[in-house]
């Protein structure tokens, strides 16, 4: 013959050790989520609470009950704010919980407990445990304190929040996971049904009906852990990718009106907060790109490459919007995804900027001079308007790069580029046809004139030294032999050579002459060189 317990007593030792087995399971598969560990949590403590209730039914004395509904408080007050964690992990709102709120809401439960331990002294969780004499076995009447009914009123507020989450995003779920969300809600409104059944003296012979109806939500739990991935819900996936993503995204209405936006789309747009959610981002969107077509189309998909302005400096974002639409099509809000691409454009642009130009100089380099040079050559004949081209290289280059080094050297270069660029005019063209030797295309200068200018960047040359504090004298001579040929604008179909090699060949001969002359010199091609 059992105890009148015995029933109940079953259905709590079951619930108990479902919610061991289910902590372990958690606990050994699943430990690295926060909602994980948040489960394994709940299950500890809830096998403590029921274990405790079952034990205090089963007890043979007063001090045996007062002893056991110790045990069960060093979990029941703790369970409300942890399924409150669980449904907000469940939900995604991670961000939300900073760890002043998490540590705030235990403070409650933790002075419960204190309480609950020390009852004796104070009376403020009971005023007094006493046996009910008109039973034949034992139970007990629990006269509420002041603490019992604040202690009350906090877990309801936390199981009532949790319901009203719950509600509130029930139509942001996508059906696949509603089971899931079932599960959660179940899990809370049987046990608030229980308490209010308890509280109004519905129950039979005041039994606390709450670690019986845990039998049935723990079962309903390990249903869906085992069956459904309980752990695994799409509403954590889905908020931790919006959250991680390296990706700004935005998520505007119709109107484009600010409706969510990821910690991503803050660092591209500093000036985002909550302040600016339900008003427009076009404001916002003008202080960084110029392009606001993107935000204003309406197309499906769109992508495109902008420039964009931030802390004062420019990036480079590929903007991806997608309007998102309802299940019967209808337009309800975009997708706006801003991906950094600075670095590929950055170096795109490097990649163009060494096609055409000389990596250390910054002047063009000799395959693109020769291209740019075809073509003024082209047009000088069709105009009849002279051109000139001038190559020189610098005078003893590998004395200066054995004495002071390839570093020396390079910055020799340099000096001799930027003085080029003073005395040259912005329609000449300068490059670096290889080494230590350069090349200026001149259109529209005679030989005479041409001449001229060789002897003004030589002169300059020969002025302004180049600063090195090792020199004996503090400067290096940094000097330049030259030759200089002209095409005087005269077109001759009749010749089938090419025009620039027989160009090149002429200031070639001459720049030889000019080396064999003494260096630091000008010479020029005995005649205009006739194309």
């Keep these: 013959m059992g105890t009148p317990y015995s029933a109940i007593l079953t259905l709590m030792v079951t619930a108990g050790v479902i919610n061991v087995i289910m902590g372990i399971y958690v606990l050994t598969n699943r430990a690295s989520q926060s909602m994980s560990k948040t489960f394994v949590a709940h299950c500890l403590l809830s096998a403590i609470y029921i274990f405790g209730s079952a034990l205090e039914l089963s007890a043979g004395s007063l001090e045996e009950i007062t002893f056991w509904i110790k045990v069960e408080y060093i979990g029941m007050p703790f369970?409300?704010?942890?399924?409150?964690?669980?449904?907000?992990?469940?939900?995604?709102?991670?961000?939300?919980?900073?760890?002043?709120?998490?540590?705030?809401?235990?403070?409650?439960?933790?002075?419960?407990?204190?309480?609950?331990?020390?009852?004796?002294?104070?009376?403020?969780?009971?005023?007094?445990?006493?046996?009910?004499?008109?039973?034949?076995?034992?139970?007990?009447?629990?006269?509420?304190?002041?603490?019992?009914?604040?202690?009350?009123?906090?877990?309801?507020?936390?199981?009532?929040?949790?319901?009203?989450?719950?509600?509130?995003?029930?139509?942001?779920?996508?059906?696949?996971?509603?089971?899931?969300?079932?599960?959660m809600l179940v899990g809370l409104l049987l046990p608030l049904a229980g308490d209010f059944a308890y509280l109004g003296n519905l129950t039979p012979q005041g039994i606390d009906p709450i670690p019986v109806i845990m039998a049935g939500t723990s079962a309903l739990y390990m249903w869906a852990l085992a069956s459904r991935g309980l752990m695994n819900v799409a509403p954590i996936a889905r908020d931790n990718l919006f959250e991680s993503m390296s990706d700004g995204v935005l998520v505007l209405d119709m109107n484009n009106r600010l409706v969510d936006y990821n910690p991503a789309a803050a660092q591209v747009m500093p000036q985002l907060s909550t302040y600016l959610l339900g008003r427009s981002i076009e404001p916002l969107w003008r202080q960084h790109s110029?392009?606001?077509?993107?935000?204003?189309?309406?197309?499906?998909?769109?992508?495109?490459?902008?420039?964009?302005?931030?802390?004062?400096?420019?990036?480079?974002?590929?903007?991806?919007?997608?309007?998102?639409?309802?299940?019967?099509?209808?337009?309800?809000?975009?997708?706006?995804?801003?991906?950094?691409?600075?670095?590929?454009?950055?170096?795109?642009?490097?990649?163009?900027?060494?096609?055409?130009?000389?990596?250390?100089?910054?002047?063009?380099?000799?395959?693109?001079?020769?291209?740019?040079?075809?073509?003024?050559?082209?047009?000088?004949?069709?105009?009849?308007?002279?051109?000139?081209?001038?190559?020189?290289?610098?005078?003893?280059?590998?004395?200066?790069?054995?004495?002071?080094?390839?570093?020396?050297?390079?910055?020799?270069?340099?000096?001799?580029?930027?003085?080029?660029?003073?005395?040259?005019?912005?329609e000449d063209v300068l490059a670096r046809y290889g080494g230590e030797e350069f090349v200026v295309m001149m259109p529209g200068l005679s030989l005479e004139e041409a001449e001229a200018a060789a002897h003004e960047i030589r002169n300059e040359l020969v002025r302004e030294q180049m600063a090195l504090p090792l020199a004996p004298n503090g400067f290096i001579a940094v000097t330049a032999s030259f030759g200089v040929a002209v095409v005087n604008g005269e077109a001759n179909t009749d010749r089938d050579w090419d025009d620039m090699k027989q160009l090149l060949k002429a200031a070639d001969r001459a720049l030889y002459e000019a080396k064999h002359a003494g260096r630091n010199t000008v010479r020029v091609a005995n005649h205009a060189v006739r194309v």
């Design 79 to 183: 369970l409300p704010p942890i399924n409150l964690l669980l449904i907000m992990y469940f939900l995604g709102m991670d961000r939300y919980l900073k760890p002043a709120l998490r540590l705030g809401l235990f403070l409650m439960p933790l002075v419960t407990v204190g309480l609950v331990m020390s009852n004796e002294m104070h009376h403020l969780y009971y005023q007094s445990i006493t046996i009910r004499p008109e039973l034949g076995f034992l139970k007990v009447d629990l006269n509420a304190g002041p603490w019992y009914i604040i202690q009350g009123a906090y877990t309801f507020g936390c199981m009532f929040g949790g319901v009203a989450l719950l509600l509130l995003y029930w139509n942001r779920m996508k059906s696949a996971y509603r089971l899931q969300h079932i599960t």
């Design 290 to 426: 110029n392009d606001s077509t993107l935000i204003e189309g309406t197309d499906s998909q769109s992508l495109q490459e902008t420039l964009w302005e931030k802390d004062g400096q420019s990036y480079y974002y590929d903007i991806r919007v997608s309007v998102v639409r309802k299940k019967g099509g209808q337009e309800t809000g975009k997708l706006i995804v801003l991906i950094d691409v600075s670095e590929r454009v950055r170096l795109q642009q490097r990649l163009h900027e060494l096609a055409f130009h000389d990596g250390l100089t910054g002047i063009y380099n000799r395959t693109h001079f020769l291209q740019l040079s075809e073509k003024l050559l082209g047009e000088s004949l069709s105009s009849g308007e002279p051109i000139a081209l001038l190559l020189f290289d610098i005078d003893h280059f590998k004395r200066i790069n054995d004495t002071y080094g390839h570093d020396i050297g390079d910055r020799a270069l340099l000096h001799v580029v930027g003085i080029c660029r003073k005395v040259l005019r912005t």
